[in-house]
């Protein structure tokens, strides 16, 4: 038995309230099964129920056995003192509240249908990939549409989530907040951790002091990035001497990356971070506010690059030619910066519009392509945008892939047929 299943069972009533009482025999209705309580304290909260006649109102707390009460430090915690009824699996000891009343228990274990609990078992114990994969086409169509709106509301606060902790580690500067951002998802995954570490040791405020002038930005890029450290061509000579005035004018050199730390391997040319440097230049070039154009959805995102830059993939190696980033990068930064910018601002300011925005963009972005939309798509849920992929992967990765089934539409609909 799973502590999660029992909540799952409270809330939604799915065992026998058939004469109803308490262990110690009072009769027992449940009106409200409360709100669950996701931070620290009782699991359910404004719950109404009514013992012996009389209405109450309070929280719920739920165990596998009512000793867990004292195992778990109830007993001396004053935010348990408005429990009202304590549900258990098995009632194994009388649980006083420090007061000394005994708290009123409703036990389980003779009431909850024993087929409930093999499809919760089932479900928690496939090597399914998608857990209920042999039952999902019994799951009615709005259920599906249903899963997939609330598992990109998840992904949206956990994404606004991350935004925020960027946030509050830059004093709370929404315009170095969201150049962080865009500089992380330039990484596109292989490089995301050297470009966080470049934009953190380059703040956007000193570099907008060069907008407008190319070689400044590339060569405060360039050389804090660790790519000037031992200049090739005549190019990165005059860049590399750019930025020694630069670096020792804002005291930058001390926090520069190395070419090391930045990765090439198993990636096409146009992805280099060569390629990738020079076309985070042009766009600071060629916008003004970064967050303010983020928050508008006007950042100029396929700037293209420099002219040494379109016959060049890295210092003296000719290619190309190189523009800014193509379609399908271009989706993956709005998805992954301009859509968690909008979650977080609302966040912060409680203005729905932002929200609002964020999925319209989703719904105008063309859908990600990869194995879990793959996945997706044999089971009958093809992405026609970016609002479908997004909830889809959500749905993969942070409720299919660790079985939380209890917190998905379809998972709570097959268990209750």
Not at 221 to 237: H, R
Not at 375 to 392: H, K, N, V, Y
């Amino acid at each position: 038995m799973k502590e999660e299943f029992l909540h799952y069972v409270w809330q939604y009533l799915l065992f026998d309230t058939a004469n109803l009482r308490t262990d110690d025999g009072q009769l027992l209705t449940v009106i409200k099964t409360g709100i669950p309580h996701i931070h620290s304290g009782p699991d359910f909260e404004n719950a109404r129920i009514i013992m012996n006649g009389i209405i109450w109102a309070g929280k719920v707390e739920i165990h596998i056995l009512a000793s867990d009460w004292e195992k778990h430090g109830h007993h001396h915690d004053p935010a348990y003192d408005g429990v009202i009824l304590h549900v258990v699996w098995k009632n194994d000891k009388p649980i006083p509240r420090r007061d000394g009343t005994l708290l009123p228990v409703l036990s389980l274990h003779r009431r909850i249908p024993e087929t409930l609990h093999e499809k919760y078992d089932y479900l928690k114990n496939s090597s399914k990939k998608i857990p209920c994969e042999t039952l999902f086409a019994h799951a009615p169509s709005v259920v599906k549409v249903s899963m997939t709106e609330k598992a990109l509301a998840y992904r949206l606060q956990r994404k606004a989530g991350e935004v925020l902790q960027i946030y509050e580690s830059v004093d709370q500067n929404l315009e170095e907040t969201a150049y962080q951002l865009l500089m992380k998802n330039f990484g596109f995954h292989l490089n995301a951790e050297p470009f966080l570490r470049l934009a953190r040791a380059l703040p956007h405020r000193i570099l907008a002091r060069y907008k407008g002038n190319t070689e400044q930005l590339e060569a405060l890029l360039f050389g804090l990035a660790g790519f000037l450290e031992d200049p090739t061509d005549d190019y990165a000579k005059k860049l590399f001497r750019e930025y020694r005035f630069l670096a020792r004018k804002h005291e930058l050199s001390g926090n520069a990356l190395r070419r090391a730390d930045w990765k090439f391997l198993r990636t096409r040319p146009q992805n280099f971070p060569t390629v990738r440097l020079a076309q985070v230049a042009a766009i600071l070039n060629r916008n003004g506010s970064f967050f303010d154009a983020c928050l508008e959805n006007n950042l100029k995102l396929e700037s293209g690059v420099s002219a040494y830059w379109e016959a060049h993939y890295d210092f003296s190696k000719p290619g190309g030619p190189f523009t800014g980033p193509g379609k399908g990068s271009v989706a993956n930064l709005r998805i992954n910066t301009l859509v968690p910018l909008m979650a977080a601002y609302y966040q912060l300011t409680g203005n729905y519009t932002w929200f609002s925005r964020a999925l319209k963009l989703l719904e105008d972005t063309p859908p990600e392509k990869n194995f879990i939309t793959r996945i997706w798509d044999t089971f009958g849920m093809e992405s026609t945008s970016a609002f479908d992929s997004q909830g889809l992967i959500e749905q993969y990765n942070e409720l299919c892939t660790k079985k939380n089934c209890l917190r998905c539409p379809v998972g709570l609909a097959l268990l209750k047929t």
